[in-house]
């Protein structure tokens, strides 16, 4: 028998299964809940005989299936708020942002309103299955959260979580490394920074003490010591919470900090597909097109390779520019000591309150000449459009190339 992915949503399965009157037990349609009836959202309102009706979407079912019902019916105190939270953002945007006093006796809302509450239960319900997406992929114990209070702009279509580099055929991103540190409390004289011509990169806060351009040589997977060495911060993932939200001046999707950053602690790692020089050359054409690439040039030792995180990558895929940024980028060997293939961290260069939002230089000098940009991706050696520069720092240069 022939697999292949299921690319329905599972409401969108179990709509069918009830349509259809079947049963599934894989996806929660059995003969006992093949009848049930939850609240998904609310869709519209109005006033009959003095009684309030709401339209109810049902979790599940078909929307040929909504039901006008009276209120004292509802148990969901979270969705009626958000109902009326909606109903009142609405208004407040029609109004330029000037609240707007509903009337209690109402008989009807305009189709206009009915649309605009329903586009938001849908953004939210997409938002909310896609953190919980998010959380799933990711392999380290911080959470990720969505937020978008600006437009009603959705998940990305085209864009899938990984955790690591996902070479392009052809290309191996491990050199079989199979020797490792002898130390049993790193640092020692022979760890492995030692053994690769360099210092320990961290000082005993577990902090980076090593200035921008050198390289963070990691313990590996063979080394003798066990997690809590010193020396393994990279390959640990993500230690802090993170927000990926909607910007509200035009540049799109951004991230931000749940909790407050030290300087020099290790942020998140920088990843995406990798790929030949000569095919992100390739790609950076038609990007320029359509507006958008995420080009990292992987120039350490050569220009073989270039990371391209546009559709593969982690939270880093979202992270803005800034001509003032709060992050730094370092090269790190740990299970691969190939030169041309070093894995990108972001570092703070300063203290980062929670809430702030995380930002590094696109063209970032020191550790490497990067060309990753979500609105143009652009490197020295090519010449792109220039595109405006809207992060808003006093020092900046006015174009992101």
Same mark, same amino acid.
């Given at each position: 028998?022939?697999?292949?992915?299921?690319?329905?949503?599972?409401?969108?399965?179990?709509?069918?299964?009830?349509k259809e009157n079947l049963r599934c037990k894989s996806i929660g349609i059995t003969n006992r809940s093949l009848k049930?009836?939850?609240?998904?959202?609310?869709?519209?309102?109005?006033?009959?005989? =003095?009684?309030?009706?709401?339209?109810?979407?049902?979790?599940?079912?078909?929307?040929?299936?909504?039901?006008?019902?009276?209120?004292?019916?509802?148990?969901?105190?979270?969705?009626?708020?958000? %109902?009326?939270?909606?109903?009142?953002?609405?208004?407040?945007?029609?109004?330029?942002?000037?609240?707007?006093?509903?009337?209690?006796?109402?008989?009807?809302?305009?189709?206009?309103?009915?649309?605009? &509450?329903?586009?938001?239960?849908?953004?939210?319900?997409?938002?909310?299955?896609?953190?919980?997406?998010?959380?799933?992929?990711?392999?380290?114990?911080?959470?990720?959260?969505?937020?978008?209070?600006?437009?009603?702009? =959705?998940?990305?279509?085209?864009?899938?979580?990984?955790?690591?580099?996902?070479?392009?055929?052809? &290309?191996?991103?491990?050199?079989?490394?199979?020797?490792?540190?002898?130390?049993?409390?790193?640092?020692?004289?022979?760890?492995?920074?030692?053994?690769?011509?360099?210092?320990?990169?961290?000082?005993?806060?577990?902090?980076?003490?090593?200035?921008?351009?050198?390289?963070?040589?990691?313990?590996?997977? %063979?080394?003798?010591?066990?997690?809590?060495?010193?020396?393994?911060?990279?390959?640990?993932?993500?230690?802090?919470?993170?927000?990926? %939200?909607?910007?509200?001046?035009?540049?799109?999707? =951004?991230?931000?900090?749940?909790?407050?950053?030290?300087?020099?602690?290790?942020?998140?790692?920088?990843? =995406?597909?990798?790929?030949?020089?000569?095919?992100?050359?390739?790609?950076?054409?038609?990007?320029?097109?359509?507006?958008?690439?995420?080009?990292?040039?992987?120039?350490?030792?050569?220009?073989?390779?270039?990371?391209?995180?546009?559709?593969?990558?982690?939270?880093?895929?979202?992270?803005?520019?800034?001509?003032?940024?709060?992050?730094?980028?370092?090269?790190?060997? &740990?299970?691969?000591?190939?030169?041309?293939?070093?894995?990108?961290?972001? %570092?703070?260069?300063?203290?980062?309150?929670?809430?702030?939002?995380?930002?590094?230089?696109?063209?970032?000098?020191?550790?490497?000449?990067?060309?990753?940009?979500?609105?143009?991706?652009?490197?020295?050696?090519?010449?792109?459009?220039?595109?405006?520069?809207?992060?808003?720092?006093?020092?900046?240069?006015?174009?992101?190339?």
């Open positions: 028998a022939w697999y292949v992915p299921c690319l329905a949503s599972l409401e969108t399965l179990q709509e069918l299964c009830r049930s009836y939850e609240v998904e959202y609310l869709c519209d309102c109005k006033v009959e005989e =003095g009684t309030e009706y709401y339209l109810v979407k049902w979790k599940g079912w078909p929307e040929s299936s909504n039901t006008w019902e009276p209120q004292k019916n509802l148990q969901c105190p979270l969705l009626l708020q958000n %109902f009326f939270n909606d109903k009142n953002e609405y208004f407040s945007r029609v109004r330029e942002g000037k609240a707007l006093k509903v009337r209690n006796h109402y008989k009807a809302l305009n189709p206009a309103v009915t649309e605009y &509450i329903v586009k938001k239960a849908k953004q939210r319900i997409a938002l909310q299955r896609w953190k919980e997406e998010l959380n799933r992929k990711k392999n380290h114990k911080a959470m990720i959260l969505v937020e978008n209070t600006v437009d009603l702009e =959705g998940p990305p279509l085209d864009f899938y979580y990984i955790n690591e580099y996902k070479p392009a055929p052809g &290309i191996n991103v491990l050199n079989g490394i199979t020797t490792g540190c002898e130390c049993t409390d790193c640092p020692a004289e022979k760890c492995c920074p030692k053994e690769a011509g360099f210092i320990l990169a961290y000082n005993k806060r577990k902090k980076l003490k090593i200035q921008p351009g050198l390289p963070i040589y990691e313990c590996n997977s %063979f080394c003798r010591c066990g997690p809590d060495c010193p020396n393994r911060i990279v390959q640990k993932g993500t230690p802090y919470s993170l927000c990926i %939200f909607r910007t509200n001046n035009g540049r799109g999707w =951004g991230v931000k900090t749940l909790q407050k950053i030290k300087t020099n602690s290790f942020v998140m790692e920088y990843v =995406g597909e990798v790929i030949t020089s000569e095919e992100a050359e390739r790609r950076g054409q038609l990007y320029d097109n359509q507006g958008n690439t995420y080009l990292f040039d992987l120039d350490y030792d050569s220009d073989e390779f270039t990371v391209d995180a546009a559709r593969y990558g982690n939270v880093s895929h979202f992270v803005n520019h800034s001509c003032d940024p709060n992050l730094q980028v370092f090269n790190v060997f &740990i299970d691969n000591l190939d030169l041309r293939l070093p894995r990108i961290a972001l %570092f703070s260069t300063r203290t980062i309150k929670a809430g702030e939002e995380l930002t590094f230089d696109y063209q970032m000098k020191g550790s490497m000449d990067m060309s990753s940009d979500s609105a143009d991706g652009l490197c020295p050696s090519r010449k792109r459009i220039r595109t405006v520069c809207k992060c808003g720092a006093v020092c900046c240069r006015g174009y992101l190339n």
